[in-house]
């Protein structure tokens, strides 16, 4: 005898309803989590950032204006993109003279714009 699932094919609505709020309460959760940083820490980071950001625009090599700067315990970020690789490598290079950057990561990606034009 065959017998016909009627249920089957059809989206369980209360399983994906449970999975959509679970996922929200996470995410509540991790945006809700303080700053684990003091206000000295936060500070010297934005220090940081703001000299790193100085030694990008100053180096004449480099246009700097799509780069992001974001630094954290002496760790710094660089996103955004440039138009070379050497554009990329000037401005870790840049960045790694500012005193007390412990550390850079390269995020920034490189756009080849003639492949537009």
């Given at each position: 005898?065959?017998?016909?699932?009627?249920?089957?094919?059809?989206?369980?609505?209360?399983?994906?309803?449970?999975?959509?709020?679970?996922?929200?309460?996470?995410?509540?959760?991790?945006?809700?989590?303080?700053?684990?940083?003091?206000?000295?820490?936060?500070?010297?980071?934005?220090?940081?950032?703001?000299?790193?950001?100085?030694?990008?625009?100053?180096?004449?090599?480099?246009?700097?204006?799509?780069?992001?700067?974001n630094a954290r315990r002496g760790?710094?970020?660089?996103?955004?993109?440039?138009?070379?690789?050497?554009?990329?490598?000037?401005?870790?290079?840049?960045?790694?003279?500012?005193?007390?950057?412990?550390?850079?990561?390269?995020?920034?990606?490189?756009?080849?714009?003639?492949?537009?034009?």
């Open positions: 005898m065959n017998r016909v699932h009627h249920s089957a094919g059809k989206p369980r609505k209360p399983v994906l309803r449970a999975a959509v709020w679970l996922a929200l309460a996470f995410g509540a959760v991790a945006c809700s989590t303080p700053d684990p940083r003091t206000e000295e820490e936060r500070a010297a980071d934005q220090a940081i950032a703001g000299q790193v950001r100085g030694a990008l625009l100053a180096d004449a090599n480099l246009y700097a204006n799509h780069i992001d700067v760790v710094v970020w660089l996103t955004g993109w440039v138009t070379s690789s050497e554009e990329s490598r000037a401005a870790v290079r840049d960045s790694e003279t500012v005193p007390g950057v412990q550390r850079v990561v390269d995020q920034i990606e490189v756009v080849d714009w003639s492949v537009h034009y």
